[in-house]
């Protein structure tokens, strides 16, 4: 799909005019691949200029729709995110699109409780999950379980939040979202860190840096970074803490996010964490290893970020 590029682009600018039905397949057929690989900003832009060119009323313009919400979301634009899933769960429910129903439910589900509401977020996940059972489809409504895991460590419930974690990896794990298995393990990781268990925490947190490099997906990457980065500072190694929060955010610019907290619920604090390791080596050391960290390649900030050195310095924390 990476190869093909610049051909989607050709037939998306033809279409865009000369076949904007089209078009809106197109867009929604291709949003997957705009997610993995960070391209939120010009999938945004096809999908807005799609939708306005196409006066539909069908389901691909509800798909289109709900498409359009999940990239907003990602970029973590939530109130356009919101007001587009709105908008999509309006008609799928005329046309009785039940998966696109389910999809969209799910995911006011997340913007609710990332605009702080985690409590409310809950019955949007149940109904999301309900249809998604109804549908024989169970990748869905793991989906939904996971960010009920989400919710209630939100809500300060660690202990169930961990639970649920803990039972369904394994499932998450047997459908192949691989991304999906990531977001998990981030937050079985943080619900370990919080219990000082940094063994379990670094062993999910790397998978998940791991599994994100694998999909060259930018955002995933920087929030697996983000998580090292606490796990980093409590192990006591602050400057590697600085370096790994640079490289995170490195990331997230390189994706177009312009709300840092569209990291997930367990990097949410990372500025206030980066905030005391700065106060613990000094403003100027502080600033060299946030710039380095932003400055490094791919490869070697994962290099970094997997390095052995870091088994041994926490296991000494």
Sequence with gaps: MEAEHDNLRAALEWSVTRAPDICLRLVTAWEPFWGLRGYFAEGRQWQSRALAASSTTTVDRARSLATASDLSFRQGDFLT?????????????????????????????????????????????????????????????????????????????????????????????????LLRVASTLEGLGSLYLRESDFTGARKCFSESLAIAREQENPVTIASALACLAHLAAATS??????????????????????????ADWWTADADSAVEDMRAKVGRSAATAAWEDGRSMSREDVVAYALGEDFVSAGDLA
């Design 237 to 262: 190694q602050p400057e590697r803490s600085i370096r790994l929060g640079g490289a995170s955010q490195g990331f997230l610019n390189q994706a177009g996010v312009t709300n840092a907290s569209l």
């Design 81 to 177: 995110s919101r007001a587009l899933a709105d908008e999509s769960l309006m008609l799928a429910q005329q046309l009785g699109d039940l998966t696109t129903t389910a999809r969209v439910l799910n995911r006011i589900g997340t913007t609710v409780a990332v605009l702080g509401d985690p409590v409310g977020a809950r019955s949007w996940y149940d109904r999301s999950i309900a249809l998604y059972q109804q549908l024989g489809d169970p990748h869905g409504a793991l989906v939904a379980l996971c960010n009920i895991g989400k919710s209630a460590a939100y809500e300060g419930d660690f202990t169930a939040a961990l639970e649920l974690f803990r039972r369904i990896l394994p499932s998450i794990r047997q459908t192949g979202d």
